[in-house]
């Protein structure tokens, strides 16, 4: 799939298609898109500007070149560098003008999609994945309706304890709890990959730099409740939990600019008390979680250690004093797991 001798293949079948030679630009596109320009560019494209500058999975050069000597006669060869195109393997040349001028805009347009993948691939690679994760869902128009099943628990007049929402799309949601560990490669590496966070922070752990969650507010993450003081809620009294809790609403409100709608308790441990206290000063939905991950590892709460569509991940805002690695590590980790189980990471809060 990713590999140089699929553009080979798709450019062979390209040239047999010579009675639309737009499609077969698409088709080398969409291929060196598939391919992540391991190659294609080169093979494809020899005469470009773009082509290899500065690709570390394709020294353009050298292969290109021969690629291109290899193929038809001469001429031709020539004629495509020309006009800076794709080149036809045994095809004659004999383009109507305008024909001609669609092929370069068609080239340009294939030029700037290589130019965009390979950026998206250098990101990648800076932060050590092959490629990058598949982009976040736009938000739906509808958010998902809430009935009792497994993964939600509700309670008339009380907010909605939530577990894993539901939904048929391959999607899950990545939740990062407490705030200690205020880590600037993290909330760098999660915009980058275009990864959507929701967290929930504790005031204890985030006074220190509020600015931090700003920072991951401004780039379109979420910042809601974890409380005052990261207490265990269920052995306090209804107005020790409602300080807890509220107090916090409206510390984030002043801090980071927006009231939270989502609240989670510390260590998952509520009782009535603590969704109506919720409740009373704003809270729309508790969201817990169904694995919890890790730098090494992902913690699954079924037998069947797999994900579910509208599962949510716990994490925490940790470093390596207790982590076998860093929270860029900890991103990789959850990333490279989700990926390869066919999921898509999307937005929490877009969905409760
Ligand atoms: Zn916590």
Redesign the pocket.
Known sequence: MDTPSDCRINGGLRGSQRSDRRAGSGLVAAVCLAAAVAGCAAQGRTGGPSSGAGVSAAPAGADGRSQKQQGGPPSEAGAAADRGGPRPPAVPLALPGLARAEEESSGEAVARQEAAVRAGLETAHRWGLEQLPPRAPQRPLVKPELRPAQGVKLQEGLPPVVYRVPTDEKIVFLTV??GAEKDPDFSRMADELGVPLST?V?DYLARSDYGYFRGLAAQGDAVNN?TIN?RNLKVLDYATQRDEICRQQDQLEQQIGARPRLF?P??GEYNDDTLRAAASCGIEAVPLWNEEAFPDRVEYRYDDQRLHPGDIILT?FRGTDLWKGTMPDLLRKVVNEVTAQGFTLARLDDYL
Do not use: E, G, Q, S
């Open positions: 709890d407490d929930f504790a974890h990261h989670r510390p260590y925490h």
